[in-house]
């Protein structure tokens, strides 16, 4: 297709996009991380370019695809001063991947279009697995006219597509999604910890948790990893804690108290503060297991970067 697309911020997400992408038919033209040897990798095995510069990236594409970790990476990668993708936008259409605040989407979408591009927000609630067979669940957001602009590409990327509104409107139900998401895992996690507490056979707990109104999709996609301590990564507990955080700081600004998601913040920033963030989000269960911990957690983490290069080639469609 003529369409030509740039992908900054390529780890696991991004990287599987921009393969879907390319073998859908598109033009992936350039590909950009800070991970200088991650982005040449790729770009070797997709045939393209992976500049160094954000203004390189915005001169090689008609559209720029970002998957970038925070508020922070994203103001810069959209910086008024300096190397940016703003320089030389004029006609050029973004779309927004990362689970980001909705303030920082809002601020993407003004900064874009006073050089004369558009912006869209759409985000993800899927997993690595579904990214690359392009089947993703997406929420996007923005004008009307620039989400229909991103419709090719965003139908090759999804199984699924719900308009929300304006900018930062997705960003907010995507906070929500997570939260609730956040707070069934570490409910789970202690449910089961509990259960080894007590010596009852985790396997059968959660089979009738599986037929009761203890069911839920975490059970299914974290229960028997929490039971195995198979925390390799599909969504990471730092991004679970970063995404909590957004959550809870829109409650604040509601002036809600949300106890429950509250908590389940706590939980995470504990696991990234003992260093267990690059764990999936199942390994909170580290932190309600009887035995377990931070310290028993070295044996555990050891074997997670064992079956993670096994598990990155047959991964099924699994988590979020």
């Known amino acids: 297709m003529s369409i030509r697309i740039a992908c900054v911020g390529v780890g696991r997400m991004g990287a599987n996009m921009a393969r879907r992408l390319k073998e859908s038919g598109f033009q992936v033209t350039a590909v950009h991380d800070l991970r200088r040897k991650q982005a040449q990798a790729l770009a070797a095995e997709l045939g393209c370019e992976a500049p160094t510069r954000l203004t390189a990236v915005t001169a090689l594409a008609d559209v720029i695809i970002t998957v970038v970790t925070d508020d922070a990476a994203m103001e810069t990668l959209f910086a008024v001063k300096g190397d940016s993708l703003l320089k030389g936008a004029k006609g050029r259409l973004f779309i927004n991947c990362a689970t980001l605040s909705p303030a920082t989407h809002v601020l993407v979408e003004t900064r874009a279009q006073a050089v004369g591009a558009e912006s869209v927000e759409a985000c993800m609630a ?186 990155a080639n047959k991964m099924p469609a699994k988590k979020r």
């Open 126 to 311: 899927s997993s690595i697995t579904q990214a690359r067979q392009g089947t993703l669940y997406l929420m996007t957001a923005g004008q009307k006219g620039a989400c229909d602009k991103a419709e090719p590409i965003l139908a090759k990327l999804s199984a699924s597509r719900r308009y929300i509104g304006p900018a930062g409107s997705a960003a907010q139900v995507k906070a929500l999604v997570n939260m609730v998401m956040n707070i069934n895992t570490a409910g789970l996690a202690e449910g089961l910890g509990l259960g080894a507490a007590l010596g009852l056979d985790l396997t059968i707990l959660r089979e009738v948790f599986s037929q009761t109104g203890a069911n839920s999709r975490v059970l299914e996609t974290d229960g028997e990893d929490m039971q195995k301590r198979d925390h390799a990564c599909y969504f990471s507990a730092a991004h679970a804690a970063k995404d909590s955080g957004i959550a809870v700081s829109l409650a604040k600004k509601a002036k809600l108290k949300l106890p429950l998601a509250q908590a389940a913040l706590e939980q995470y920033s504990r696991m990234v503060a003992a260093g267990l963030g690059e764990l999936d989000k199942s390994g909170i269960a580290e932190l309600t297991f009887p035995a377990r911990g931070p310290k028993a957690n070295k044996s555990s983490k050891q074997s997670t970067k064992a079956t993670k290069a096994t598990k």
